[in-house]
């Protein structure tokens, strides 16, 4: 992956830059539902799956403009657009830089210019923000000159990027390591449960619908929480999952965890679906592809599927399986709507410059 675009004129002072790169996350077992919006604090842990290949590099560069009030601005795959998410996460560190004494990070004094470039199509529940959130947060804060704990595999509560992150997206904060890793509810203790190379996984991934979703997640979590009569039991079925699947990887036992993962998924959407009104991510085709999945597991295959705030049904498997499945499902839904996908590493710096 490259920067591709032109880097645009930085016409005011520059106090620094600095690029990262963070991949996508799978949730095996979801996170679906807050329990602060503001400090967007989920309502249950996670356990996921970072992914090689897919992801998003940007560059962050921090300007000081005396003369006018300063807006931060955001390009991405190269073109200008206004995102809240963006806009949230760099004014949260600004706070956090005046809160602890740099007399620079006065808002409205220092803006940011962020040039991002995604290679997994945005917005359309391919966990497209997770990787975005997890580069944009690295590269504003390591733009400030200020160490990452992630390059130290320290990552534990209390942390500041963390929290920083997951003001951006809440799935953001699993990006920050690689392999397999759990999220606790408080969406800051995180653990690797495996490095990316200790266990030879795979997900193969249909895509059903490659454009963005009617409904964020964001939206769609809060209105799950405030509207379906199960949401109560989702989140208070939740730790079960996430302490058997935890177990299950520890064990090494794919079908274990690929029934817990199964479960995690279904009962995720039917919570979806008993919001009013309801969400229904998922299509007609992707109702296919589970009857597939169904089909090829009683075949004998080692296949579990999982789909999120998306149409699209991801097949976790063993490495050694995924291509015979690939092919299937290539059959079915077609030779371009398939990819397979391996554990990926954290993010991490790709590049860095101090103008002062
Ligand atoms: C997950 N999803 O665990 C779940 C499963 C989608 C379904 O986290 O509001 O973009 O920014 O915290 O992280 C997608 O939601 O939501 C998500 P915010 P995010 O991956």
Same mark, same amino acid.
């Given at each position: 992956m490259s920067l591709s675009s032109r880097s645009i004129e930085h016409p005011s002072h520059s106090l620094g830059s600095a690029s990262a790169a963070a991949s996508v996350n799978i949730a095996l077992i979801k996170y679906w539902g807050k329990a602060d919006v503001d400090s967007n604090r989920p309502a249950v842990g996670s356990l996921s799956l970072t992914l090689d290949e897919w992801g998003s590099e940007t560059t962050v560069t921090w300007l000081e403009k005396k003369e006018s009030r300063a807006e931060h601005r955001f390009i991405l795959n190269g073109q200008e657009r206004l995102d809240s998410k963006v806009n949230k996460l760099l004014t949260h560190l600004l706070q956090y830089a005046e809160a602890e004494?740099?007399?620079?990070?006065?808002q409205g004094q220092v803006s940011a210019v962020v040039e991002s470039k995604n290679t997994v199509p945005t917005?359309? +529940?391919? /966990?497209s923000s997770a990787s975005g959130m997890a580069a944009l947060g690295l590269a504003a804060w390591s733009a400030l000159g200020w160490p990452n704990p992630s390059l130290n595999n320290d990552?534990?509560?209390?942390?500041q990027l963390i929290d920083l992150v997951r003001i951006g997206s +809440?799935? /953001?904060?699993?990006?920050?390591?690689?392999?397999l890793v759990r999220l606790e509810s408080d969406g800051r203790t995180m653990t690797q449960?495996?490095?990316?190379?200790e266990w030879s996984l795979a997900l193969v991934i249909c895509i059903v619908d490659p454009g963005p979703k009617a409904i964020s997640s964001r939206e769609g979590m809060e209105r799950t929480r405030l509207t379906s009569p199960y949401y109560d039991r989702w989140v208070s079925s939740h730790p079960h999952d996430l302490n058997a699947a935890t177990e299950a990887v520890n064990e090494r036992d794919l079908g274990k965890l690929g029934e817990l993962m199964e479960h995690s998924t279904f009962k995720m959407h039917a919570a979806m679906w008993s919001a009013k009104p309801p969400l229904r991510y998922l299509k007609a085709k992707s109702l296919m592809i589970l009857d597939e999945v169904e089909q090829l597991r009683s075949r004998g295959s080692a296949a579990w599927a999982t789909m999120d705030a998306g149409p699209h049904v991801k097949i976790l498997c063993e490495r050694s399986e995924a291509a015979h499945i690939a092919t299937h499902m290539k059959s079915i839904i077609g030779q371009r709507s398939v990819l397979i996908r391996h554990p990926g590493r954290a993010a991490h710096i790709i590049g860095e410059k101090r103008d002062v």
């Open positions: 004494g740099h007399s620079w990070a006065k917005a359309s +529940g391919l /966990a990552i534990h509560g209390g942390s +809440g799935s /953001a904060v699993r990006s920050l390591k690689g392999g449960l495996c490095e990316r190379d």
